[in-house]
């Protein structure tokens, strides 16, 4: 197993929610454990996921412990307390022309419709992550340039240009004053690959084959790196 990280030692723990944290519908007792030693010993812990803001109640309602949430995979970011620390949206015409044009595949599932206002983020639902890749590949050239468009099982989902979970760790280790390497971050799915990649990051062993292939660290579990971590 590799836990190799980069040499510097890990202050925060970034750590992908669904599939990542939460498997098979909870989070252990060994790594909510983890969790808290982790926190005890003075760094930092949170989660970066595709979900939305709803999610900061979803924590408090599941006695997650943590100092920060990214969510709609880094188009915000809030602190503990709930206040906003960073907030990306798509602009109000960007978000209906891409209404239009999932309105043009017969096999989608599910998507966010326009209101006329901006929005933090972009949601689509197709039958396979497979069929999901293939249409962002598709959505690429119309709107690649103004959007960041990502891979999370069967679901597409769209933020804002320069926004994804790459940046938004990026922009809560500045946030506590703490240099790029200090991070850990960890994931499962396609839209975990940008910030695994940019942070020499791991993948739990459960995770998408490509995804565990291209990580430079594979670890079995969120609880199984941090202990890794505080032996280091």
């Not at 812990?45 to 880094?74: Q, S």
């Not at 419709?113 to 249409?135: I, K, M, N, S």
């Not at 979970?165 to 799915?189: C, M, N, Q, S, Y």
Request: with cysteine; glycine share 8%.
């Amino acid at each position: 197993m590799d836990t190799e990280g980069n040499g510097m030692r890990k202050m925060l723990i970034a750590t992908d929610y669904d599939g990542t944290l939460n498997r098979n519908g909870e989070i252990d007792k060994t790594t909510r454990a983890a969790i808290d030693a982790w926190r005890a010993s003075g760094r930092y812990f949170g989660v970066v996921t595709g979900r939305d803001a709803d999610f900061y109640n979803t924590a408090k309602e599941i006695g997650l412990p943590f100092d920060y949430l990214i969510l709609y995979n880094g188009s915000m970011i809030l602190s503990a307390d709930r206040r906003v620390l960073f907030e990306s949206l798509i602009p109000a015409d960007t978000f209906a022309a891409i209404e239009e044009a999932m309105r043009q595949y017969p096999d989608i599932t599910w998507f966010s419709t326009a209101d006329g206002q901006p929005r933090p983020h972009y949601y689509a639902t197709f039958p396979t992550a497979e069929r999901a890749l293939e249409v962002r590949r598709e959505l690429l050239p119309a709107f690649g340039d103004r959007v960041n468009i990502f891979v999370n099982g069967p679901h597409v989902n769209i933020g804002n240009t320069g926004t994804g979970k790459a940046e938004g760790v990026t922009l809560i280790l500045r946030h506590f004053a703490l240099p790029p390497d200090a991070a850990a971050v960890v994931g499962d799915d396609y839209n975990d690959m940008d910030m695994i990649l940019a942070h020499n990051g791991w993948a739990v062993t459960s995770g998408k084959p490509d995804v565990v292939k291209k990580a430079p660290h594979t670890c079995e579990s969120v609880g199984d790196l941090i202990h890794r971590l505080m032996e280091a």
